[in-house]
């Protein structure tokens, strides 16, 4: 292959990993996604490196790889693997479309040297290594490109599918065709898609004035992989003698790392596009082999030595708790069930202790440290009860998903969040752990419940619980009706929020889950054999 | 009814179902030649096969499909798919029993057969995992999500007490007939779960319900639109911790069935099939108070059929 072919050869790459990444988050119909999900996401970086921390396993090795293959060839993961690099490319290219317009073919390129921000990019670094051995996890949530990606596909882009689809699915009924159905949309988080807009924005301005240079201001993994690349073994550098300055390569790198006057190659910030190598009309430009000269020097060291500090930042990040676990906001009447008229609306608030993560996260401390908001579980909930949290894990925990259950329960047969966890914060239980796996137990407010304050049956929790924790029991007879009223059986509550969601009782729930700090497992139901009033000889009782 | 028309619809009943037995795809043209004066009985009772078996012995002696699905008309079957749950959990209708009514339908003239359910659990996991949209799409019926705001249209109960507005499924307001197809169930709130009880599936705000006087909406609702033919689902039955049930162990294997085209009368015979009195389910006393249907069965003509 010729140098100048390795542009398309990115593009292509590039083009397959953003596709199906975006595809994952926007499978509103849960078609394949589950299925590819490890696969895709094997070599992102920061869940790699997180999942890796957490279980030491190989399975968990994408970043290794990454690192591997960037001390080989320099930051092939930032313009090949990166969601949030490639779309900066997109943008870049979008913008420079409209702004040059067709037929203007000397705008084509449009980039300039550009002196490094090494202090704030390190900086970056440094301070989101270090808040994480503090136990903050915040700071790399917010900077991590995947999961920056990932909370902005799932908080704005899936949002206008959802829109797209439920119009093409109206308008496809009006003529009987029932192949696209009508979805509902997920929980409204202020700070969620706030916080994304920002991302957005910011991401967007800076790509299409400056190309990569959140790449090389911002973000912690750049800087991370520039360190790398610095050493790595193959490297573009500019010919002297071949170059005829025509300035066509630097017009081209998006990352501004190529200087002309010096005739240097910033490798740190170069992202791996190739580019240049397709711009320079002639052979000014090279890839050379660095390690063939410095057999001396120990080129993978710098590797053992992050994977050491990983490691360490891993023990710290574990032991130190930085759950901050208050009371929740009680849940706003304004809630999607519709107008229902309500003679007496209920009065005892509901005292929720802290919230609840998804089964198989073990405990909120666990869940908290490990997961990084890509919010990619969020997207693939079917029942939409994983909604981004604000303050209820605290400061830290900002954005990371905690179980709602105002507009959905917990499929007790579903592990789709527990499949697709990319960092392992949700661990991959199998079907009948995740059944047993006591994220919360379901508390009774008697006097909320509608039996008591209206002497009519209702029985919606019991309805719903797929374990008969919540069972009825006899109450009070009267002329007419016999009354049931609800009991807990906390022993056997998985926490699945099936009663609290079905609990029809406004402004506070008669029945709700509060979470367990550390999750618990919940005994089996007992299954006694059924006592034979039903007559199944075949003859009609009437 | 005299004596001679007992026995002739006695009669002709029992050859139905001896004709459905040996050749199960002659119920169908058999009926078919029967014209409507066999359709007279209130309700018609099977027991003994299975599910699909028994719908063609007791359509057949009710006069076949074609007497209530005129041929172009649009069908709504509206299941129980409110679980998670597979068929042998008998938490949702049995999907044999589904499949036969659309194919039913169908080869009676239907233009189409729609098939949904405002489900409990969530509702692409309840259709797949209960078997019925493989049934109904095999069948060649339609089937339908009932999970969105927008497919319920706004509309008055002017009998209700309690429940005096509610939003509608447009499937069913498009609908020209109306077939629900319950299954029979224990259930935590109401005691059993027939085919009144099946209607909350097709309202959008259950909650409400829940809220005000349970007992009292689902004979509320009941007046709103009279299903034309009830088949009751009891081939296995959720004997405890209804409606979803926790394992196979809480179903017994009843092997029956409960077709009429009166609701109030399926549910009572079905609430008797459970070893209920149907006066003990309040819905279906205030139901037949408020003459939406009879729960006396002593005043109904009744087919019993074992097969």
Known sequence: MRIRHLRPFRISIALVFFLLTLFLFLDFRDSVSRAIAGEVLFLQFVPSLLKFLDTAAIGAGGFILVLVITLLFGRVYCSFVCPLGIFQDLISRLARKRISGPGKKKNRYRFSYSRPHYFLWYAVLILTVLLYLAGSGLMLNLLDPFSSFGRMVSTLFRPLVLGANNLGASVLEQLGIHFLYRVQWPVFVPVSTGIALVTLMVVGWLSIRHGRLYCNTLCPVGALLGLFSKISMFRIRIAPDACGSCRQCQRACKAGCIDLKRETVDVSRCVACFNCLAACPGQGLAIRNHWRRKVSHNPPAPGRRGFLLGLAAAGMGLGSSRVNAGPVKPVDSTDPFGPGIQTRPTTIPETRTGPISPPGSVSVARFSSLCTACHLCVSVCPSRILVPAFLDYGPSGMLQPKMDFRSGHCNYDCTNCLEICPTGAIQPLSRKEKQQAQVGVARFIKENCVVYTDNTNCGACSEHCPTKAVAMVHYLTLPDRDLLIPEVKPDICVGCGGCEYACPTKPYKAIYVDGNPVHKIAEKPVEKAVEQRIDTSGEFPF | MDRRDFLKKTLTGGMAAGATLVFPEIGRVWAASQG???????????????????????????????????????????????????????????????????????????????????????????????????????????????????????????????????????????????????????????????????????????????????????????????????????????????????????????????ISTDFVAADAAAAKLFGTEPAEVRHIQIASDMNLGRMNLGDLSINRIRL
Not at chain 2, 53 to 73: E, K, L
Not at chain 2, 138 to 143: C, E, K
Not at chain 2, 210 to 215: E, G, I, T, Y
Not at chain 2, 226 to 248: E, F, H, I, K, Q
Request: charged share 25%; with cysteine.
């Open chain 2, 36 to 258: 409507g004066d066999s359709a007279a009985w209130d309700l018609v009772a099977v027991r003994g096969r299975e599910p699909d078996q028994m719908f063609d012995s007791g359509i057949a002696s009710m006069g076949g499909i074609q007497t209530f699905v005129p041929r172009g008309s649009k069908v709504l079957v509206k299941p129980n798919i409110g679980w998670d749950v597979p068929p042998e959990r008998a938490g949702n209708t049995h999907p044999a029993l589904v499949k036969r009514i659309v194919e039913h339908c169908l080869s009676a003239g239907a233009k189409d057969v729609t098939v949904f359910d405002h489900t409990c659990d969530n509702w692409t996991r309840t259709y797949r995992n209960s078997g019925i949209e493989k049934a109904v799409k095999d069948a060649g019926g339609r089937i339908i999500s009932g999970d969105s705001k927008g497919y319920y249209q706004k509309v008055d109960v002017p009998m209700g007490k309690r429940l005096t507005e509610a939003r509608v499924h447009q499937a069913l307001l498009e609908a020209d007939v109306f077939i629900n197809v319950p299954v029979l169930k224990h259930h935590s709130s109401s005691m059993v779960t027939i085919g009144m009880k099946n209607l909350m599936g097709v309202v959008w705000d259950r909650w409400y319900w829940h809220r005000n006087d349970l007992h009292q909406c689902i004979a509320d609702f009941a007046s709103f639109r009279a299903p034309d033919l009830t088949v009751v689902d009891a081939y296995n039955v959720m004997t405890r911790n209804g409606p979803r049930g926790v394992s196979v162990n809480d179903v017994v294997s009843m092997k029956a069935q409960v």
